[in-house]
Structure formats: C-alpha cells, structure tokens
C-alpha cells in the first residue's frame, strides 16, 4: 500500500532510499551486538585468567584434614605428589596459554611493534604479576581487574582497528618464535625463584615470633 502511494507520487527513489537506510541500520545493530558479544566474551576470559595469574598460591598444598587434624603419610606423600605435579605440568601450561593471549592482544594493539617485541613485553608483564603476587597479592589483584579494560580501550582507540589487521607470515612467526622456549625457562625459573624465597622469608618470620 505505502509502495502504491510513493509510486504514485512520483516518489519511488524515497521508498528506495528508506529500503537501504533500514538495511544499513540492521547491518548496523547487528554489527553491534555481535561487538558486544565478542568483547564481554574477551574481557570475561582476560579477567579470569589474569585473576588466576595474580594469586600467589595458584595451587595449594594442604597436608592437614578437614578438622585440622594429621594425616597419614601415604595421603600427605600423594598430596604433595599432586601440588608439585601441578607446578611442573599445569603451571608452565598456564603461562604458555597467558603468553599466547596476551601477545594476540599486542598484535591488535601496537600493528608497529615486530614480533619479537611482543613476545618480549608479553612475557614481562606475565613476570611482573607473578612478582607482585609474591610482594601484596591484593595489589596483583586490582592490576588483575583493570588490564582487560585497558587492553579493550587500548584495542578500540587503536586508529588501525578499522583498516583490518594482517597477521605475520608463516617465515616471521618461525623466526620470532625461536627464543619462545627460552621465556618459558625464564618464567619458570622465575616462578621457582619466588616461591623459595616466599618460603624463606614464612620460615624466618615464624622463627623470629
């Protein structure tokens, strides 16, 4: 009926344009909520696992029972197999899956920066953390909350967002990702490093009481 009445009047190009302004507006919206979707999604598993990275014991070792009572030396030798089974394994493998999140993040934010670059800060911020996990984890905790604000902002205020981004060849990741073995030593070291002078320092501080 509307068609019939533009037509008539010899306004068929307005129905026309009204048509490619409501596309453009769905295409729009549709783009917007698939934004918001993705960027809730990204924030959420940041923050969950900067959360996770901030913790100082990201595995505990309990060798007591529930009430507080001992346990037996079977139990107490599997529990403590299982902490250091989880330091040795699970914890190298969380690093590797920081690592790769925060240098894709990197990649978005700073197109300038080359690849070794990236892999260089990824792997000083994920050491800072831990440093400042070991020193006042509540200050870990805050840095926790905001870094996925910060890579979010920093990823939308980037002005090559819209120009689209090219990821680095085949040739580029293989030569930038030669000394990726090396940081994960260093990160591991690193960690093993804290965790002994924590104790030290728990050891010297109970002596000292």
């Known amino acids: 009926m509307t068609e019939d009445i533009l037509?008539?009047?010899?306004?068929?190009?307005?129905?026309?344009l009204l048509d490619e302004i409501e596309?453009?507006?769905?295409?729009?919206?549709?783009?917007l909520l698939v934004l918001i979707l993705v960027i809730s999604i990204g924030m959420l598993i940041i923050w969950y696992l900067y959360k996770k990275l901030a913790r100082r014991d990201m595995f505990k070792l309990n060798l007591r029972g529930e009430d507080g009572e001992e346990i037996s030396i079977g139990k107490e030798l599997w529990c403590t197999a299982t902490y250091l089974f989880k330091y040795i394994i699970l914890f190298?493998?969380?690093?590797?899956?920081?690592?790769?999140?925060?240098?894709?993040?990197?990649?978005?934010?700073?197109?300038?920066?080359?690849?070794?670059s990236v892999f260089f800060f990824s792997i000083a911020i994920i050491c800072v953390v831990r440093l400042l996990a070991y020193i006042k984890e509540d200050t870990a905790q805050e840095i926790a909350k905001m870094?996925?604000?910060?890579?979010?902002?920093?990823?939308?205020?980037?002005?090559?967002?819209?120009?689209?981004?090219?990821?680095?060849?085949?040739?580029?990741?293989?030569?930038?990702?030669?000394?990726?073995?090396?940081?994960?030593?260093?990160v591991f070291v690193f960690e093993i490093g804290l965790r002994v002078i924590y104790r030290i320092t728990r050891?010297?501080?109970?002596?000292?009481?």
């Open 147 to 186: 870094i996925p604000f910060a890579l979010v902002l920093s990823l939308l205020l980037n002005p090559t967002l819209s120009q689209g981004y090219s990821f680095p060849s085949l040739e580029e990741l293989e030569l930038a990702s030669s000394g990726i073995w090396q940081y994960f030593i260093f």
């Open 92 to 116: 190298p493998l969380f690093v590797i899956l920081m690592f790769f999140v925060i240098s894709l993040a990197f990649m978005f934010m700073s197109s300038g920066l080359d690849l070794s």
């Open 7 to 16: 037509a008539q009047l010899g306004l068929g190009g307005v129905k026309s």
């Open 23 to 31: 596309v453009a507006t769905a295409n729009e919206l549709m783009y």
């Open 203 to 209: 050891v010297f501080k109970k002596s000292k009481k």
